[in-house]
């Protein structure tokens, strides 16, 4: 079993910053992309940040420059700093990861979510 952890998030004013973390942890052989997703009321899950096992990172262009994704390879965890918060940001975030759970094991993961929300 694989189990994707989150930590975080919470009520916010406009302007103001939270971090989330997400922990993998079950049998692991290895992690590959880890990120985070969000899904606002009546719209559809949309990536907000990814990082590879590399560094590489890639972001929503909404979120460019206030967010910022960082992973711990070593324990298996992503984390999420959100800066400069708008109502927009407000949504339910996701972790995601693909994790091998041998060499030849590749799965999708997601955590159970945690609110955001941002007041105005």
């Known amino acids: 079993q694989v189990q994707l952890v989150e930590s975080g998030g919470g009520l916010v004013q406009t302007g103001g910053s939270l971090r989330l973390s997400c922990a993998a942890s079950g049998s692991i052989f290895s992690v590959d992309g880890m990120g985070w997703y969000r899904q606002a009321p009546g719209k559809q899950r949309e990536l907000v940040a990814a990082?590879?096992?590399?560094?590489?990172?890639n972001y929503a262009d909404s979120v460019k420059g206030r967010f910022t994704i960082s992973r711990d390879n070593a324990k298996n965890t992503v984390t999420l700093q959100m800066n400069s918060l708008k109502p927009e940001d407000t949504a339910v975030y996701y972790c995601?990861?693909?994790?091998?759970?041998?060499?030849?094991?590749?799965?999708?993961?997601w955590g159970q979510g945690t609110q955001v929300t941002v007041s105005s």
């Open positions: 995601n990861a693909q994790i091998k759970r041998s060499w030849n094991r590749r799965g999708d993961y």
């Open positions: 990082i590879t096992s590399g560094g590489p990172t």
